[in-house]
């Protein structure tokens, strides 16, 4: 076996073009080395060619974006119930993207986004990477290291064998998945290419079942389905054992037809995984020929832990206290 290359934390200066993307003054990005291979959060620029899907997928061309921005701002300012960085134009732009830049879609999506948090606040008050340090840790949760085929993040759940659920709480799982995917609504290139998520539940129990249930599918389906403002274009279900079906048959009453179609049960079929992320993009474990180490979920909670101060900006807008 060839030695596990050493990993260190390493950090990059925010520059000004990195800052715009960010809610706080932090002056250095944290990354991980993995030997060659640098993870970081990506806040450049977006690439030409992902430049071109925007231009293709979401209407994103200067005479669009301009006075989408402005009518969003306006939308927003004449809102006084709502409190919101409205002259930081990455963050507008941030919702107008996963609405094909129509500002009242993006309005709408906001107030369904600060909506839900006031709904389930017991969830989402103080919610930090520094205070949800246990699902990381318990390591059920990670992203993968690179970006798929089509530039999307891959996220990883490992809900069966791998996930103590005396230890570990469902709700605790969802609270690192938001985490994840708030840090994701950062990068230029989630907002524009979306993520997906792979739900390993190999070895799944029947005790592992019954910690799921309607309310908690309720609250999955409506975050997923309704007010999150990134393009989920894939959720593939994977090593599935049979009960897992009575799972599903919790979350399925909730589901519309568009977040339904991107649900793939995939069991044991790498073939069929395959079709939808390149084995290039994908662990040797999945059948992939991904070379650089697996990120495990304490390596990405170091990463998490030196942008806490950036989940606390983010939890102090929305809707003012009454």
């Not at 993207?97 to 103080?126: M, Q, T, W």
């Not at 799944?204 to 389905?225: C, E, H, Y």
């Amino acid at each position: 076996m060839p030695a596990e290359p050493e990993t260190r934390i390493v950090l990059r200066d925010v520059t000004p073009e990195i800052s715009q993307h960010m809610l706080t003054e932090l002056e250095k990005l944290p990354g991980v080395q993995l030997g060659d291979f640098l993870l970081q959060f990506e806040l450049d620029e977006p690439r030409e060619s992902v430049r071109e899907i925007a231009r293709r997928e979401l209407r994103e061309i200067p005479e669009i974006v301009e006075p989408a921005v402005e009518e969003l701002k306006r939308l927003l300012s004449e809102d006084t119930d709502m409190h919101v960085p409205l002259n930081n134009e990455a963050w507008l732009i941030r919702f107008l993207r996963p609405c094909k830049f129509y500002p009242e879609s993006a309005y709408d999506l906001i107030k369904r986004y600060y909506g839900f948090k006031v709904k389930h606040h017991k969830h989402y008050d103080g919610l930090t990477p520094s205070k949800e340090t246990n699902v990381f840790n318990e390591n059920v949760l990670t992203v993968l290291p690179t970006r798929d085929q089509c530039g999307r993040r891959v996220l990883v759940l490992e809900l069966g064998k791998k996930w103590k659920h005396n230890k570990c709480s469902l709700d605790e799982v969802f609270k690192g998945c938001v985490l994840f995917l708030e840090a994701a609504m950062l990068e230029p290139e989630s907002q524009i290419c979306g993520a997906v998520v792979i739900f390993d539940m190999d070895g799944l129990s029947m005790q592992q079942v019954m910690q799921f249930t309607p309310p908690f599918a309720k609250r999955i389906v409506d975050w997923l389905q309704e007010c999150i403002p990134l393009r989920i274009k894939g959720l593939y279900i994977i090593n599935q054992p049979y009960v897992f079906n009575m799972v599903f048959q919790l979350f399925k009453p909730f589901l519309k037809e568009k977040l339904r179609s991107r649900i793939i049960f995939m069991g044991n079929d790498r073939e069929l995984l395959h079709k939808h992320i390149s084995p290039k993009c994908l662990p040797d474990c999945y059948g992939g020929t991904l070379t650089i180490p697996k990120v495990t979920g304490p390596q990405w909670l170091e990463l998490l832990l030196m942008c806490d101060q950036e989940f606390i900006a983010i939890n102090s807008f929305g809707y003012k206290k009454k």
